[in-house]
């Protein structure tokens, strides 16, 4: 699916699956090896190689399949040649549709594509893909982190695996200064069960919820030279953690004052609220919002980790409350209500302890893979005009790599 599109790679986090009937059903929309998959709609830059861990995967009805002829052209080649900055301008400058672009395949066909000579295709795709190995463990070591924190947070908030154990005489497998923070019994509750001792809190008790607004676009004075961050859905679509470093836009101190929230302080949670529900983020700097989010402020004692953990655990229930007839939108009002597990602070505490330490490694890691991707964006096109010899290239990147 386009949201697993990130930085010409796939990512693993949070994808779908389907049955083996269904894979059965659909096998003409398998990938292979080599093939490249484009983001359908919206984010029409956004594309991927498929590699060989995901030969026989599908690709999603919001993908399109590229699948390279007998030309001469070497995937891992044409994947990059496709990244450079003239080609995507011309691709997002051929979509059709003025509020939501869109690719087909015919667009993709007509690209205009420069094809040196195989040893010369082959030389490119290994420089930068030196960069993107690199950027691919950090990925891999970030899902795996991520992995470990959903995991802590499901078996605390919401399986309650340290209560039950402890009610059925089992041990909880926690240190035992931990263990007895948890209680040894269950009991009813609005969300139903839960720890004694714990409460069920509507969302809005536990964050300050706020939604944003666009500065007219029109007037220059908002935008040119902008210093704040802003940010739009698009800035969370091809994020493959949910961590906010950078944004495409930024406004001035008089297109600030015409965002509804403000400025909102590192460490809140984003939520896109609209085209689609879901994208998820926790702003690591000040950022101002537009009208597509939610954005939660912890309140005193409430973790933002738990938080981004509980909005994307609760997420199908999130959109049960949207509406709309175009697309599904959940509004601050529909929001604040929904009700959340609230932990005392002692455990609330102790989630945030073990968890911070994860969370700023892959803060780490997206920081790293950033930077060398800048570096990869860099000598792409440059590489590609014959700009940049191979050879100076090779031993560039075996100083940073």
């Known amino acids: 699916m386009p949201q697993n599109i990130c930085d010409n790679r796939i990512s693993e986090y949070g994808i779908s699956r389907i049955t083996p009937e269904d894979a059965t059903r659909l096998t003409r929309y398998l990938v292979r090896e080599g093939d490249i998959v484009y983001s359908r709609r919206g984010d029409v830059e956004k594309r991927a190689l498929i590699r060989a861990n995901e030969d026989g995967w599908l690709c999603g009805t919001g993908c399109l399949r590229v699948r390279l002829g007998d030309k001469g052209a070497n995937p891992s080649y044409a994947a990059y040649y496709l990244g450079h900055p003239s080609v995507r301008e011309w691709i997002v400058r051929h979509a059709h549709g003025a509020t939501m672009p869109n690719l087909n395949t015919s667009i993709l066909s007509s690209c205009p594509f420069v094809i040196p000579p195989p040893a010369e295709q082959r030389a490119i795709a290994h420089i930068l893909g030196t960069l993107d190995d690199k950027i691919d463990l950090n990925r891999r070591m970030n899902e795996t982190l991520e992995a470990m924190a959903r995991a ?3 078996s605390w908030f919401v399986d309650f695996d340290p209560v039950r154990a402890k009610a059925e005489g089992r041990d909880p497998g926690l240190p035992k200064p931990l263990a007895d923070l948890f209680p040894a019994r269950l009991v009813d509750s609005e969300l139903g069960e839960i720890p004694e001792g714990w409460g069920a809190k509507p969302i809005g008790g536990l964050a300050e919820i706020v939604g944003g607004s666009t500065p007219k676009t029109e007037r220059a004075e908002y935008w040119e030279g ?4 802003w940010v739009t859905p698009k800035d969370l ?9 950078n944004t495409e836009r930024k406004i001035t101190d008089a297109g600030l004052a015409q965002v509804s929230s403000g400025l909102l302080p590192a460490g809140t949670v984003l939520l896109s609220s609209r085209a689609p529900i879901g994208y998820l983020a926790i702003a690591e700097m000040p950022v101002a919002i537009n009208q597509g989010f939610i954005g939660m402020k912890p309140r005193p004692g409430i973790s933002n980790l738990f938080l981004l953990r509980w909005a994307a655990a609760a997420h199908d229930e999130i959109v049960s409350y949207a509406n709309g007839s175009t697309f599904l939108e959940i509004s601050k009002s529909a929001f604040r209500p929904i009700l959340a597990v609230a932990p005392p602070t002692s455990i609330m505490d102790a989630f945030d302890r073990l968890s911070r330490p994860m969370y700023r490694k892959v803060v ?6 950033r930077t060398l991707a800048a570096l990869r964006d860099t000598l792409l096109p440059k590489l590609i005009s014959g700009e940049l010899r191979v050879a100076d290239a090779e031993k560039f990147i075996g100083k940073v790599a």
């Open 152 to 154: 802590l947070f499901k």
């Open 226 to 229: 902008g210093t704040h961050h």
């Open 237 to 245: 679509s091809g994020l493959s953690m949910p961590v906010l470093l």
């Open 364 to 369: 780490e890691h997206e920081r790293e893979s």
